[in-house]
């Protein structure tokens, strides 16, 4: 047990670490302090800090465990929504962000949950509200999405591949590229743990060098899926997502090649 002096300066530590983008220094000094004293406010932060570090299955045990000790947190109820939102458990991710929503209906993290948790359902027009009302409340943090329509954003899909290196562009016919709005559920729990619903891309089938060595007939077929509304927010400008756009082509025609992260890396693909 430590004394409420010593913990607020724990405290602002943990936060000036959250500030400085060190999230592994912050979840080191939270479990430390946390082994000495358990309170909300530190298992928000241990929550806060596994997200940042894309953890999201223990951040949820954290965020939980936060709620329970302070049902009132609006915020703990928004964090535990995005942790519950990246592991695709969607219906108890809507119930806390709801619930988060009804305590504290100007935080505008809360809106931006919602409205992923809402396209996941298909509630595009329900979704939109809540992106405008981020926007509204916090512009530099959520910027309005920039938005295409279907039409436009197949012509940028199409140009990019135009504009592949050789190298890439010869490879172009043999994936079949999809346009969808965001990823499904199905194609997102088809791993185990779920793949995160904020992915920009996603290469699916067997990479090139994996093809080459299964009998005739046994090959799934490639496929490149992008998703529209999550590059859309994404970008700031329409610049930018244009040009996010094709990297995110570029990125997963180089998964089909047989490329791993470290390879797009360094040849700027990652």
């Not at 000036?16 to 000495?36: E, F, I, K, S």
């Not at 703990?76 to 504290?104: F, M, N, T, V």
């Not at 954003?153 to 199409?158: G, K, S």
Request: charged residues 35%; aromatic residues 4%.
């Amino acid at each position: 047990m430590i004394d409420q002096e010593q913990l607020d300066r724990e405290l602002e530590a943990i936060y000036d670490a959250l500030d400085r983008g060190d999230a592994r220094a912050a979840l080191d000094r939270t479990v430390q302090v946390l082994a000495q004293e358990d309170d909300p406010v530190l298992r928000l932060l241990a929550g806060v800090a596994l997200l940042e570090l894309e953890r999201p299955a223990e951040a949820e045990r954290h965020l939980r465990r936060a709620v329970e000790m302070d049902g009132e947190d609006a915020e703990a109820r928004i964090k535990l929504a995005s942790s519950l939102h990246a592991l695709c458990r969607i219906d108890e991710a809507r119930e806390q962000a709801e619930k988060g929503l009804e305590i504290e209906a100007s935080l505008a993290e809360g809106h931006d949950v919602m409205a992923m948790i809402l396209e996941l359902r298909g509630q595009v027009a329900e979704a939109d509200f809540h992106l405008t009302r981020a926007a509204e409340l916090d512009p530099e943090m959520f910027p309005a999405p920039q938005r295409m329509s279907v039409e436009e954003f197949e012509q940028v899909v199409r140009e990019a591949g135009e504009a592949l290196p050789e190298t890439f562009r010869r490879h172009l016919d043999d994936v079949a590229l999809s346009v969808e709005p965001v990823p499904p559920l199905t194609l997102l729990e088809a791993e185990n743990p779920p793949l995160d619903p904020r992915l920009l891309g996603l290469f699916v089938g067997h990479a090139l060098d994996e093809r080459s060595t299964m009998s005739p007939g046994g090959e799934l077929p490639a496929r490149i899926y992008l998703f529209q509304r999550n590059l859309e927010r994404f970008a700031t400008t329409r610049d930018e997502l244009r040009e996010q756009i094709a990297i995110t082509v570029y990125h997963e025609l180089g998964h089909y090649l047989g490329l791993d992260e470290d390879e797009l890396e360094q040849i700027d693909l990652a």
